[in-house]
Structures are given as C-alpha cells and as structure tokens.
C-alpha cells in the first residue's frame, strides 16, 4: 500500500488487464443472465459482442444496456482491489473499453449504432470516475495508530 519506489512490472500490469477484464465479462454475464436471459430462449455471445442488441427500441434492448452499465459500476470496485491507485484508473478503464471495441469489430464489425457509442463511453467514464473516487477515499483514509498508543500506557 506503500509507493515510494514503485518499479515498473509489466507483468503485472499484463495480469491486472486480464484480470479486470476476466472479472468485467464474468459480471457482465451475471448481469446478462438475470436481465436478459430471462426474456430471450437462448443467451449467446450477441449480447455480450454485437452492437445491434444494444437498443433503446426493444425491452430486451434496455436490460442489455443496464447489464452493460451495472458491469461498468461493479469493473470500478474491482479497480479498487486490483488497481488501487486512483491515476491509474482512467487508464486501466480505458484499456478494458478498447479491448472490448477490438473484441466486438472482430465479432460482429464495425459499431455503428450510437447508442452503442454512447453506452460504452458512459460505461467508461462511469468506471473511471467511480474507480478514481473510491481509490481516493481509501488513499486519504487515516492510518490507524490507536494500537501503538494503548500499548504504552
């Protein structure tokens, strides 16, 4: 919790991305499961990848993007444990996003619905800021030291 001399570990900065964004699909499905899984007959990959079942026009639509910004709320309580410093959340953040864009061209092309847009970068910056905020409130928290003084007495 101490970052004095913090050395550079690619390693792990690899192994937080892919834990964040393991962590970000599994709760997505959770999401997508209690959502939308009750309303359709079968749940696939559509929902988690192709930007067409993000709409504003269908109730299933709707319960998508609610599982998609439920995720990105959850992704910044992640952020706390795995990241733990509050300027390095928006990078993180946006790292996951970008992989997600990557993942959904190669599955179902190019996005160009906007809400698809809209819903990702509220998802990002939702994830950024509620990240940087709880790293910030658990770094300005005060050290306890209750401990120390009872002892000399």
Not at 59 to 77: D, H, M
Request: proline letters at 2%; glycine letters at 8%; a positive charge.
């Amino acid at each position: 919790m101490f970052y004095g001399a913090v050395v550079w570990d690619p390693w792990l900065i690899v192994a937080q991305i892919v834990c964040l964004q393991c962590l970000y699909y599994l709760t997505l499905g959770v999401f997508l499961s209690f959502l939308v899984g009750i309303r359709v007959s079968r749940m696939s990959l559509v929902y988690f990848f192709d930007f067409a079942s993000v709409t504003t026009s269908t109730v299933t639509g709707w319960c998508v993007i609610a599982s998609f910004l439920l995720s990105s709320i959850a992704g910044a309580g992640y952020m706390l444990y795995l990241i733990e410093r509050a300027k390095k959340c928006l990078d993180f953040s946006a790292t996951l996003y970008i992989i997600h864009l990557f993942i959904c061209i190669i599955y179902g092309g190019w996005p160009s619905s906007i809400t698809w847009w809209v819903v990702n970068g509220t998802g990002v910056a939702v994830m950024a800021l509620l990240g940087e905020y709880l790293c910030i409130r658990r770094e300005l928290r005060e050290i306890p030291i209750t401990r120390y003084r009872s002892s000399k007495k």
